[in-house]
Every structure is written in C-alpha cells, then in structure tokens.
T-cell receptor
C-alpha cells in the first residue's frame, strides 16, 4: 500500500489554465504539507494543514489554494497558471509534533507551456 | 530569514571511501535536524534525524550535531554507488510552527565504482 499518493504524476498545461493536484495519505497522520521543488532542486514549504486546519501559509501567490476535506487528503488548486509555476510539487505527511519525520509522496511534475 | 546552507557539490568519492556531507544553520535555538536522501526523479526519503549534540549511528550512516557551532553533518562509511543521490539537510527552526522544516539546497553525491 502506498503511504502518500499523489495524482496526477505528470501535468502538462497551457499558461492561464486552472489545475488541481490531489494528495492522500493512509498513515493516519495528522499533518500534511505541500512543497515545491524548482529546477535547482530547492525544496520549499508552501502550505501545511493539521487536522484540516491551515497552520503554515508561506509567501505563495493567491493563485495557489490548498483544500483539506479531511485529515487524510490535501489538494492543491492552482489558478491562472504561469511559466514560473513549472516545478515538481510534493505532498508530505507527518504525525505531527516537534520535528516529526515527514513522508513524501512521489511528486507531481507540472509543466506550464 | 532562517537559513540552511549546504555545499551544493557535486561531491565525488570512490567506492568504499567515507563521504562527508555538511550543513550549517542560522538559528541557534533549532531543535531537530534531519537528513533526507533524494534519488534523481524520486521523492525525498528520511535517512536519519538527530536532536542532541554528538554522534548518532545507524548502519553505515553517522549524523553529527554541534549546536554551539550550528552545524550538522552526515558521514557515509564504505560508500556504495547506490548512495549516489542528492542529500538534503532539514532543520526544524525554533520559535515558529513545530510542523515546519526548512531544507537546504542539497548536496549531490556521486560514488564512483
């Protein structure tokens, strides 16, 4: 069983479109995250939810909107896609608490043309 | 701005040698430190975490933490070609959300057969 899964694995789209990435974890963790990894491999936190409550909201354009329908799911919706949004987006989860181990999903490679 | 610094490499070592990866961080009060390994095209996976000053060993891997000097290192003994990957240092900074990790930009390690 996959612990943290993401769909789709690849996403190719045109500038200006709206797209969503879905994430699910079956680890029973309380906290989920979205990270962006750019072409230089820099992994940066975007959002984090704990039990469906937003607890981290980094400096991210308003075009990005996370949604957590329950603590096992955290989706990412992106409006009006731009070229600079091209990256690999990773979902992760952890049990929570100070510096718990984070388990990463396989990533979604987004390419904006 | 709380930062995590790593030498981006690439670091190249022969098979069987010791690979030494270093990381410095800016916040003296940081509590938790992690090393993640990321193979090309894959997601990060945890290798080790360390909370206390000193050494922590797990198989061929040893994490070393020196809070006074604000650095954490990872030693890989008897390096194997399968260890070739990017190694990400991550720090849970104090004073902010307990659920947030800040990652360094990673060090690319190549182990030559």
């Amino acid at each position: 069983d996959t612990a943290v899964s993401q769909t789709p694995k690849y996403l190719v789209t045109q500038m200006g479109n709206d797209k969503s990435i879905k994430c699910e974890q079956n680890l029973g963790h309380d906290t989920m995250y979205w990270y962006k990894q750019d072409s230089k491999k820099f992994l940066k936190i975007m959002f984090s939810y704990n039990n469906k409550e937003l607890i981290i909201n980094e400096t991210v354009p308003n075009r990005f909107s996370p949604k957590s329908p329950d603590k096992a799911h955290l989706n990412l919706h992106i409006n009006s896609l731009e070229l600079g949004d091209s990256a690999v987006y990773f979902c992760a989860s952890s049990q929570g608490g100070p510096g718990d181990t984070q388990y990463f999903g396989p990533g979604t490679r987004l390419t904006v043309l | 701005q709380k930062e995590v610094e790593q030498n981006s490499g690439p670091l190249s070592v022969p098979e069987g040698a010791i690979a030494s990866l270093n990381c410095t961080y800016s916040d003296r009060g940081s509590q938790s430190f992690f090393w993640y390994r990321q193979y090309s095209g894959k997601s990060p996976e945890l290798i080790m975490f360390i909370y206390s000053n000193g050494d922590k060993e797990d198989g061929r891997f040893t994490a070393q933490l020196n809070k006074a000097s604000q650095y954490v290192s990872l030693l890989i003994r008897d390096s194997q070609p399968s260890d070739s990957a990017t190694y990400l240092c991550a720090v849970n900074f104090s004073g902010g959300s307990n659920y947030k990790l800040t990652f360094g930009k990673g060090t690319l390690l190549t182990v030559n057969p």
